[in-house]
């Protein structure tokens, strides 16, 4: 949004009688406390949801009671704005977080921050920190027992996929994806496949969940449908774009393909460039070749993408293809609510967003409605020494990146040289190669099993898989000497050469500190080493504080 239409939705927000249960102001001069930011997070989502509005408002630098501009100056960093959305996602079911964090500067020259929040998803409240809120008027309550069922009741009460579609028939589906349909539910069936020739249209339409006693779904039409049958089911939109970027993010080509998605998800893989991604040889440990993506997992995000879509958003599927990257994205929340336990219970899911539209796609052969389809693209990528896949679950939408290359060899030989570690131990490892934060449980959980070393955020592999994983020296780099080695190191050097620099004293030890450490962490170690240095009366600064000269006193 532009300053202009920032300016008209708080001129609009502004005049309200009184702040009601979807608007919040706060003066926030200063500061604000994060976990009432939460909570206002969760009240906020769960009343724009029940009051059937698409989002809510959180707005700092207005006073709550005349509706005065007073401005804030709350995170006047945009950085430090913007780290809110993971700080709040990390607190939220399905890490669901804000749509947007705008910054105003109204003609008076005051800032106002306006927090847009998203409907809590339909069937599913929001929690922060495990605790549901809503709003009685202006107070700001725990969410109660009947509007937290009245939410969870909407999963279950509607099912955008199955609705009839009005004027539609037969004709306006497409004869080849009908004709592939059929081949796929023989394939799913084999049982039942003598007989399935001899059902006519249908009759087979009926049978395979797409049509209800032959009237004509919305499913049917995102599956079947013709090109030009997309109507019946507006504003909702059945497309997938594929877009290609180059190295540089640039825009390459792209292609944008519609009903029927039984025949699309084909066009979209036979346009994705699954290369052969060589490997650096290391002994026999790896194969000298293999496909960046095993078929399967890409066949399965766009399936997904396809059966958990929220249409009713009237977006697009996006399948977006990097240099070593596919990213898949659909809107609407994630149901489940976690990745790591769909992975790790394995089982089919209680609710589904399109529990008709998932079930018709589960006869055509196109998902697994078992349980099983997210683990084994895991599965697919551990075979490969891969990163695991990411899943980013914020703004109301799920975004799942497959890398199709090794990101770190440590990693990859940890993997290759421990056959007994579970697949959640290695989605744990995988956070720590792309340094994302572990919670205490994971971090304990790893420690108990010595597979990492390191303090909160910078773990690494620990003695023991270093040497397995022939990484010794890797491991002494990011170990630490203990504290008096680098002291006796200042020392010695003062016995040598009289006087040092602070440049001297940085060459002296710069390497010597651990990998992990980043210029700042390690430019802090040495202020702190010469500082105990000071205060133990075993040197003095001979120089001024800008250009200090250490000697031995």
């Known amino acids: 949004m532009n300053d202009k239409e920032l300016a008209a939705i708080l001129d609009k927000l502004c005049r309200l009688p009184a702040e009601t249960e979807v ?8 500061t604000y406390h994060f976990d009432k930011i939460g909570k206002y997070f969760s009240a906020l989502s769960n009343e724009a949801n029940l009051k059937g509005r698409s989002c809510a408002w959180l707005v700092f630098g207005v006073e709550n ?5 007073v401005g804030s100056s709350f995170r006047s960093s945009r950085k430090d704005l913007d780290s809110l959305k993971g700080e709040i996602a990390a607190k939220t079911i399905n890490r669901i977080t804000f749509i947007e964090i705008h910054e105003l500067n109204t003609a008076g020259g005051k800032r106002v921050v306006l927090f847009q929040i998203p409907a809590a998803p339909k069937g599913l409240p929001i929690a922060f920190d495990g605790h549901y809120y809503g709003r009685d008027g202006e107070e700001l309550v725990p969410l109660n027992l009947e509007e937290i069922e009245r939410i969870r009741a909407q999963a279950g009460l509607t099912d955008w996929s199955a609705a009839i579609v009005d004027g539609a028939t037969v004709d306006d589906l497409d004869e080849r994806a009908i004709s592939v349909a059929r ?16 059902w006519d249209t249908l009759t087979f339409l009926n049978k395979a969940k797409l049509t209800i006693k032959g009237k004509i779904t919305r499913a049917a039409v995102i599956l079947l449908g013709k090109e030009e049958a997309e109507h019946f089911i507006g504003p909702a939109e ?3 774009r594929w877009l290609l970027k180059d190295s540089k993010g640039n ?9 029927p998605l039984l025949l699309a998800v084909d066009k979209v893989y036979a346009k994705i460039r699954n290369s052969k991604y060589r490997y650096l040889k290391d002994g026999t440990l790896f194969p000298e070749e293999i496909d960046q993506y095993e078929p399967f997992t890409i066949r399965e995000a766009i399936n997904n993408c396809i059966a958990h879509q929220d249409y009713s958003l009237s977006g697009r599927i996006n399948v977006v293809e990097l240099e070593d ?10 149901i489940p609510g976690d990745v790591g336990k769909v992975v790790q219970d394995n089982a089919p899911e209680e609710h589904y967003r399109n529990r008709f539209l998932a079930t018709a796609m589960f006869n055509l052969k196109m998902v697994d409605t078992a349980g099983g389809g997210i683990r084994k693209m895991f599965n697919f990528q551990r075979q490969r020494f891969f990163p695991m896949p990411d899943y980013d679950l914020s703004g109301n939408k799920v975004k799942v990146t497959i890398t199709g290359k090794v990101l770190d060899i440590d990693y990859a030989r940890l993997l290759a040289g421990n056959a007994e570690l579970s697949l959640e131990e290695i989605i744990l490892l995988d956070k720590v190669q792309k340094k994302r934060p572990l919670s205490k449980a994971e971090e304990k959980h790893l420690k108990a099993r010595k597979l990492i070393e390191g303090r909160r955020p910078n773990y690494f592999l620990s003695k023991g898989m270093s040497q397995i ?24 050097a003062l016995d040598e050469h009289k006087n040092l620099s602070r440049k001297d004293i940085d060459e002296l030890l710069w390497k010597k500190l651990p ?8 430019k802090s170690k040495i202020n702190n080493l010469i500082s105990e240095l000071r205060r133990a009366g075993k040197i003095r600064n001979s120089g001024s504080d800008k250009a200090p000269n250490w000697i031995k006193k």
């Not at 608007?23 to 200063?30: I, L, P, R, T």
């Not at 796929?184 to 007989?195: I, L, Q, R």
């Not at 000497?481 to 006796?488: A, P, R, S, V």
Request: glycine letters at 6%; proline letters at 2%.
């Open 23 to 30: 608007v919040e102001f706060k003066e926030a001069k200063n």
């Open 65 to 69: 009671k005349n509706h005065a501009v």
């Open 183 to 198: 081949a796929n539910f023989k394939s799913k069936f084999p049982d039942k496949a003598p007989e399935v020739d001899s």
């Open 238 to 240: 059945a497309k997938i």
């Open 251 to 259: 825009d390459k080509d792209y292609m944008i393909v519609g009903c």
């Open 325 to 334: 990257q596919l990213v898949f994205t659909n809107l609407g929340g994630f």
């Open 469 to 492: 994983t022939g990484q010794k020296a890797g491991y002494s780099k990011n170990r630490a000497f203990d504290k008096m080695y680098y002291l006796d190191l200042i020392l010695k």
């Open 515 to 522: 990998d992990w450490m980043s210029d700042k962490q390690k």
